[in-house]
C-alpha cells in the first residue's frame, strides 16, 4: 500500500537462498540497514489480516500468473504477503517497492530467512524515486493499491512507462463507490472502483487484456454487512470465513454471471510490442 508523502530511500537485495526453484546465482548481494527516520506510515493495519487470505490470493494468482515472468516490479509490497504468494522462482528479477520502511522491514527479514527466492530486491520508496536504471519491467503488480494514491492515473503512467514491451501492469482494487464504508477511510482509501472506472485510468495506448470482476458472492456478503450489520472492521474469524467458504463458491459463482459481478476488479493492460 502506497501513502503519498516523500519517502526515505534504500535498497536491499537478498542473499543466496536455499528456496525451491530459485536462481541463487543470479544475485549476490548484501543488506543494506533499514533506514532510522522514515518520513511515510501506512495508516492501515488490515495487512496481517489479509495474510490469511490464502484462497484469495490463490485465486486472483491463478488469473496473474501467466503474465508474471522475467523482470517484475511490485509496487506497494507492504509486508510481502503477496510477494510470498506470487514470487515462485519462475522469474528472474523481482523487485518489492515499498514506501513505508516498517513495513519494508518485514520483507527484509523474509530475504534475510531466505522465505523467498534470492533474485527478490528491496527498495524503500516510492515510483518517482525509483532509479531510471530500474526500468522495461515485464510486469508491474498494483495488488490493492492504486485505491490508496490520490491521483491513480498519473500513477498508472508512470508504470506504463517502465514496461518492456509487450510488459503488463497487473492491477486488483476494491470495487463500487456505493460500498465505500469506514474501513476503506480508516486504511486509506481514496476511492472504490467499477471497470468504466478502472478503464478511464488505464495508461494511453495501453491494450486492455483483462477487466473483470472477482468474488461475486463476496459482494452479496459485503452489502449484507453494509446495509445490515454496518461493521466497520473485520475480524479475524471473518476473514477466515470469507476466505475459506465464500472464496471458492465465488470461483465457481463468478463463471457462471461471466465475471461481471464482484466486491474487486482485475485489470491487466500490456504495452504493445
Given at each position: 500500500?502506497?501513502?503519498?508523502?516523500?519517502?526515505?530511500?534504500?535498497?536491499?537485495?537478498?542473499?543466496?537462498?536455499?528456496?525451491?526453484?530459485?536462481k541463487?546465482?543470479?544475485?549476490?548481494s548484501?543488506?543494506?540497514?533499514?533506514?532510522?527516520?522514515d518520513?511515510?506510515?501506512y495508516i492501515?493495519?488490515?495487512?496481517?489480516?489479509?495474510?490469511?487470505?490464502?484462497?484469495?490470493?490463490?485465486?486472483?494468482g491463478?488469473?496473474?500468473?501467466?503474465?508474471l515472468?522475467?523482470?517484475?516490479l511490485?509496487?506497494?509490497?507492504?509486508?510481502?504477503?503477496?510477494?510470498r504468494?506470487?514470487?515462485?522462482?519462475?522469474?528472474?528479477?523481482w523487485?518489492?517497492l515499498?514506501?513505508?520502511?516498517?513495513l519494508?522491514?518485514?520483507?527484509?527479514?523474509?530475504m534475510?530467512q531466505?522465505?523467498l527466492?534470492?533474485?527478490?530486491?528491496?527498495?524503500?520508496?516510492t515510483l518517482?524515486?525509483?532509479?531510471?536504471?530500474?526500468?522495461q519491467?515485464?510486469?508491474?503488480?498494483y495488488?490493492d493499491?492504486i485505491?490508496h494514491i490520490e491521483?491513480?492515473a498519473a500513477?498508472l503512467?508512470?508504470?506504463?512507462e517502465?514496461?518492456?514491451p509487450?510488459?503488463?501492469?497487473?492491477?486488483?482494487?476494491?470495487?463500487?463507490?456505493?460500498?465505500f464504508?469506514?474501513f476503506?477511510?480508516?486504511?486509506?482509501?481514496?476511492r472504490?472502483?467499477?471497470?468504466p472506472m478502472l478503464?478511464?485510468?488505464?495508461?494511453a495506448?495501453?491494450?486492455?487484456?483483462?477487466l473483470?470482476?472477482l468474488?461475486?458472492?463476496?459482494?452479496?456478503?459485503?452489502?449484507a454487512n453494509?446495509?445490515?450489520?454496518?461493521?466497520?472492521?473485520?475480524t479475524?474469524?471473518q476473514?477466515k470465513?470469507w476466505?475459506?467458504?465464500?472464496?471458492?463458491?465465488?470461483?465457481f459463482a463468478?463463471?457462471?454471471?461471466?465475471?461481471?459481478?464482484?466486491?474487486?476488479?482485475?485489470?491487466v493492460?500490456q504495452?504493445?510490442?
Amino acid at each position: 500500500m502506497e501513502p503519498i508523502l516523500q519517502p526515505a530511500i534504500n535498497t536491499f537485495a537478498a542473499q543466496p537462498s536455499c528456496v525451491a526453484g530459485d536462481k541463487a546465482n543470479l544475485h549476490t548481494s548484501y543488506f543494506m540497514p533499514a533506514p532510522t527516520n522514515d518520513a511515510t506510515h501506512y495508516i492501515g493495519d488490515e495487512l496481517a489480516l489479509f495474510e490469511h487470505a490464502t484462497h484469495w490470493k490463490a485465486y486472483y494468482g491463478a488469473r496473474l500468473r501467466p503474465f508474471l515472468r522475467g523482470k517484475v516490479l511490485e509496487v506497494g509490497a507492504g509486508i510481502g504477503g503477496t510477494t510470498r504468494t506470487l514470487c515462485d522462482g519462475k522469474q528472474t528479477d523481482w523487485l518489492c517497492l515499498e514506501p513505508d520502511a516498517s513495513l519494508a522491514s518485514r520483507i527484509e527479514s523474509m530475504m534475510a530467512q531466505r522465505e523467498l527466492p534470492a533474485y527478490c530486491r528491496l527498495h524503500v520508496g516510492t515510483l518517482e524515486d525509483l532509479p531510471a536504471t530500474d526500468s522495461q519491467f515485464d510486469a508491474i503488480l498494483y495488488i490493492d493499491v492504486i485505491e490508496h494514491i490520490e491521483d491513480d492515473a498519473a500513477e498508472l503512467r508512470r508504470a506504463y512507462e517502465r514496461l518492456a514491451p509487450g510488459g503488463a501492469i497487473l492491477i486488483i482494487v476494491p470495487a463500487h463507490q456505493w460500498l465505500f464504508s469506514p474501513f476503506d477511510e480508516a486504511i486509506g482509501h481514496f476511492r472504490r472502483y467499477s471497470r468504466p472506472m478502472l478503464r478511464r485510468v488505464l495508461p494511453a495506448g495501453s491494450q486492455i487484456r483483462e477487466l473483470v470482476y472477482l468474488d461475486s458472492v463476496g459482494l452479496l456478503a459485503s452489502a449484507a454487512n453494509k446495509l445490515m450489520l454496518r461493521q466497520s472492521y473485520p475480524t479475524l474469524a471473518q476473514i477466515k470465513f470469507w476466505d475459506r467458504t465464500i472464496v471458492p463458491v465465488s470461483r465457481f459463482a463468478d463463471r457462471l454471471t461471466g465475471f461481471s459481478l464482484g466486491k474487486s476488479v482485475l485489470g491487466v493492460v500490456q504495452k504493445p510490442k
